[in-house]
């Protein structure tokens, strides 16, 4: 646990003198999302540590480079949780890491995103300025919310130094469901089940298996299982598999294509394998099918693809913008990091 | 560009009907629900299509003439107040539900439409939308984006900015953007977000795509009652701590109290320094088994009493109280000024007892009616606007209790935004650098500085000034408090 400010504040104002790029690490967990380029790497590593926790206020403040195992196990010891679930992939992955790529897991429809929970952040801007965003209060307008344009913004905007998180207490209870459908009728029930008030949080189709999971206080839970029936194992390791990509649909050398859609689009017809999340929402696709049909069937469903493991290495993993929406992220983008040393290319190319 | 000219421009773009000049036609704009600035617009425009939309806004951006959008006009920031060498564009007219999608759980409507006419709209389905600010008969879904509104549910199911999915904005260029979908995420960067709460200073809300939820199963209320306001604030903390996350959790002191009960009756204890109201909702076995739960953890609060609703009407007469706290205090006194600092929970007990002490010391009276649960505090002081020096002395508390918050590691508002009215406490609570960003942002949407001007975000210039009146000795105010 130290505190590198000052370091990392030095290592960007010398980019920017000599101007030449950095490329943000912390643990690597997920560096596999990003593109690899001759930018100079500047790790956050060891910028680290829980600064701030008070179970009764719900919120938890560390520096970027805290591993989510770490938080994870602090939380658990006052029964509390990120209630957005974040991938690790790997023992290393930070807190920073989560924010800056702004994965969520299989929970995100019932509780959601990361997004949702960051209530503040300290960063370092391409002009090497600290600025800090937000704070650890629940409720807070003041000023535009530059916390929440960190999430996913893959450190193209600023490197992040600290994070407010707001937490929740962990589910008293879990319980675990599998019923068998084909794929246009699993898509159906799970609508169902999205559409009614129950202590959901997992809704998942895998093989023929529509798995579902049920969190929440036990007579709660409980009452939930009964009434949605199906097969009740005591746990289902789906779940974490799932989460970090451990299970077997996750193998092999295939691309890994994620697909972002309205929940309620139908079961499509594709190349390749697929695993269904968030209740519809979110079809993980194991193809070789070409970027471009992938990325036109999506804006096709009002959706959107992302690349995100495997593949052909040079090109945009995420789906390209119109003309508008590019121009509005490339001043965006000048207006935190004007010139360009920030992760530049680490979202779309050209930034 | 003179009026005249602007006139007989907007007048190619609209029926004469729908731009209004004179001073009575415009009367009913000339503020919002900070009725203590009010001053009159160039002219009013009451646009109903979006293209004109689009036109009025390239007009104002070609001449440089400040745009200022408006809602219901609910607002308690003077967010909407007037540029008096500007347009102000009411998007009333726009209250249309495009359309309802049970299926992915989302409705999209136009940004006049009132954020109780989502819900109602969509009742029939089993379906809500769940942020209900006090203000939800009126206000519209368009300045709750623009506010990031939140309600009296919002501890548990979020603000406005968890609850929406996609928007349609018009730029300063007259283009129309969309942002997010009718997916769990979308690509680049989070622009829902920063939307969200810009008090539009960034564009033009023209379509909002909101989430909704099913219905909870069951819903309950207990309300307890204490007979010191120290002990329900202490209550709150408790509550969280036992890891029961109410779907709302409200307090009301003696003041607020009666001026409600005496408003609408909704059988308050008038005998109470403090009330919570606290709210379980989710299946019926669930809410069975919180609410023993939350008795067991009040009981050890050191109560007056509490009492579980007896019926769903006594649970909607509960919170009619609470809904209609602030026009009941509106009653109470001729003026109010709602302050809406957050602070961390803990806290609570020790600035409700501070802000008492302040309100004594300047002989004003403040009733407090909040969102407990978030920490968001909304004390409410009562003045008299007739009574020569009591505007002044009402702003002047107002801005100390700010301070408070900040010295605790608060912010200066938690939901009704900076407007016009907080704009010098933005100052205190942001550094130079930080407000640069935020201009540079601004810039990033509106290099011309047509939207909203001179809300929200303080020139550096501004700061400059008012930090040399009020930095005394480089100390800061409060040094009593714990800091954060
Ligand atoms: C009695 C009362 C109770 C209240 N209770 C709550 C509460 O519980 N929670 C809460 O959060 N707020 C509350 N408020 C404050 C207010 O209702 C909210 O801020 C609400 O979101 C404002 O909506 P509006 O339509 O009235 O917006 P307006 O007041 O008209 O405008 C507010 C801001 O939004 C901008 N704006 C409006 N429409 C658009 C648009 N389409 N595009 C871009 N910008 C736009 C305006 O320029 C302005 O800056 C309360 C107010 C009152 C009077």
Redo the contacts between chains.
């Keep these: 646990m130290s505190d590198r400010t000052e370091e990392l504040q030095g290592r960007i104002k010398q980019a920017m003198a000599s101007d030449s790029p950095l490329q943000i690490q912390a643990g690597g967990s997920k560096s596999f999302l990003c593109r690899q380029t001759t930018a100079q790497p500047l790790s956050v590593k060891g910028h680290s540590g829980i600064i701030n926790y008070?179970?009764?206020?719900?919120?938890l403040t560390a520096r970027a480079g805290t591993s989510l195992k770490e938080i994870e196990q602090t939380l658990a010891a006052s029964?509390q949780i990120l209630p957005f679930e974040p991938p690790f992939f790997d023992d290393g992955a930070t807190l920073g890491g989560a924010i800056a790529t702004?994965l969520s897991g299989p929970i995100?429809?019932f509780t959601?995103?990361a997004?949702?929970y960051v209530l503040g952040c300290q960063i370092i801007?391409g002009k090497g300025?600290?600025?800090?965003?937000g704070?650890?209060?629940?409720?807070?307008?003041?000023?535009?919310?530059?916390s929440?344009?960190m999430?996913?913004?893959m450190g193209t905007?600023g490197l992040l130094l600290e994070i407010s998180i707001k937490v929740?207490?962990?589910f008293?209870n879990q319980l675990y469901l599998q019923q068998s459908h084909p794929p246009q009728e699993a898509l159906r029930f799970m609508?169902r089940l999205?559409?009614?008030?129950?202590?959901l949080s997992g809704l998942a189709y895998e093989g023929d298996k529509v798995h579902i999971r049920l969190a929440?206080?036990?007579?709660?839970v409980?009452?939930?299982a009964a009434k949605i029936g199906g097969e009740q194992p005591a746990d289902d390791p789906f779940w974490h598999e799932l989460k970090e990509q451990t299970h077997a649909f996750f193998d092999g050398e295939l691309a890994l294509w994620r697909l972002?859609?309205?929940?309620?689009t139908a079961y499509l017809n594709l190349p390749g394998k697929q695993l269904i999340d968030?209740g519809g929402?979110?079809r993980w696709l194991k193809s070789d099918e070409p970027s471009r049909n992938l990325f036109q069937l999506a804006a096709g469903c009002?959706?959107?693809a992302?690349l995100f493991r495997g593949g052909e290495a040079d090109l945009d993993r995420?789906?390209p913008?119109l003309p508008?929406?590019r121009a509005?992220?490339q001043?965006?983008k000048?207006?935190?990091d004007p010139h360009g040393i920030l992760n530049p290319g680490q979202?779309?190319s050209g930034f | 560009m003179d009026k005249k000219a602007l006139i007989a421009a907007l007048r190619e773009i609209l029926p004469a009907s729908q731009v209004l000049d004179s001073t009575e036609a415009q009367r009913p704009f000339e503020c919002d629900g900070l009725s203590a600035y009010h001053r009159l617009p160039l002219v009013t425009v009451l646009p109903e299509q979006q293209e004109q939309v689009q036109a009025i806004v390239r007009l104002c951006h070609q001449n440089r003439i400040p745009l200022v959008a408006r809602g219901a006009g609910t607002g308690l920031s003077g967010g909407a107040l007037p540029d008096e060498n500007g347009v102000l564009l009411s998007l009333a007219k726009f209250n249309r539900i495009v359309d309802i999608?049970?299926?992915?759980?989302c409705a999209t409507v136009e940004p006049g439409v009132r954020n109780l006419a989502i819900s109602e709209a969509v009742a029939d389905k089993?379906?809500y939308y769940a942020p209900d600010p006090s203000s939800q008969i009126a206000c519209s879904i368009g300045g709750n984006v623009a506010?990031?509104a939140?309600g009296v549910h919002?501890?548990k199911y979020?603000?406005t900015?968890?609850n929406i999915m996609a928007l349609k904005v018009i730029?300063t260029d007259g283009?129309l953007?969309t942002i997010g979908?009718?997916?769990?995420?979308?690509?680049?960067?989070?622009?829902l977000?920063?939307m969200?709460?810009?008090e539009g200073l960034?564009g033009i809300i023209m379509e909002v795509t909101v989430k909704l939820?099913?219905?909870?199963?069951r819903k309950q209320v207990i309300l307890a009652a204490f007979d010191d306001i120290g002990k329900a604030a202490t209550a709150v903390?408790d509550i969280?701590?036992a890891?029961?996350?109410p779907a709302g959790l409200e307090m009301m002191d003696r003041l607020a109290i009666q001026a409600a009960e005496d408003f609408c009756h909704p059988g308050y204890p008038l005998d109470a320094e403090a009330i919570l109201l606290c709210e379980i909702d989710?299946?019926?076995?669930?809410v069975?088994?919180?609410i023993m739960q939350l008795r067991q953890v009040l009981d050890r609060t050191g109560p007056m009493h509490f009492a579980t609703a007896e019926t769903e009407a006594q649970r909607q007469q509960f919170w009619a109280g609470r809904k209609a706290a602030f026009p009941a205090v509106g009653r109470i006194s001729p003026d109010y000024y709602c302050m809406d600092g957050?602070?961390?929970?803990?806290h609570l007990p020790q600035i409700l007892k501070r802000i008492a002490e302040l309100a004594a010391g300047c002989g004003l009276n403040v009733a407090n009616v909040f969102?407990a649960g978030?920490?968001?505090l909304h004390p409410l002081i009562l003045y008299d606007a007739n009574q020569p020096g009591e505007l002044e002395q009402a702003e002047q508390l107002g801005a100390e209790i700010l301070e408070l918050c900040i010295a605790v590691?608060?912010?200066?508002?938690?939901?009704?935004?900076?407007g016009i009215e907080?704009i010098d406490q933005?100052c205190s609570?942001?550094?130079a650098?930080?407000l640069s960003?935020?201009h540079?942002?601004?810039?990033?949407?509106d290099p011309a500085g047509i939207l909203n001007p001179g809300k929200?975000?303080p020139s550096l210039h501004r700061c400059a000034e008012l930090g040399a009146m009020h930095v005394h000795h480089g100390q800061l105010p409060h040094p009593e408090l714990e800091r954060?």
């Design positions: 008070d179970p009764t206020e719900l919120v029964q702004g995100r429809p959601g995103s997004r949702d801007n300025e600290i600025l800090k965003f704070g650890q209060v629940m409720k807070n307008v003041a000023g535009y919310d530059v929440r344009l999430v996913g913004a905007l929740l207490p962990a008293p609508r999205s559409s009614q008030n129950l202590p929440g206080s036990g007579s709660a409980k009452a939930a972002s859609l309205p929940a309620a968030w929402a979110l009002a959706g959107h992302r995420i789906q913008q508008a929406m509005i992220h001043k965006i000048h207006s935190f979202l779309y | 999608d049970p299926d992915n759980l089993g379906l506010e990031n939140g919002c501890l979020g603000l900015v968890h730029t283009e953007l979908g009718k997916t769990y995420d979308s690509p680049g960067y989070d622009l977000a920063l969200t709460g810009s960034l939820l099913p219905q909870p199963e903390g969280i701590a890891g029961i996350i989710g299946n019926n076995e669930e069975s088994e919180r957050t602070i961390p929970r803990r969102h978030d920490g968001n590691g608060g912010t200066i508002t938690g939901e009704h935004g900076v907080k933005m609570q942001f550094a650098a930080e960003q935020f540079a942002l601004k810039n990033a949407f929200a975000v954060f």
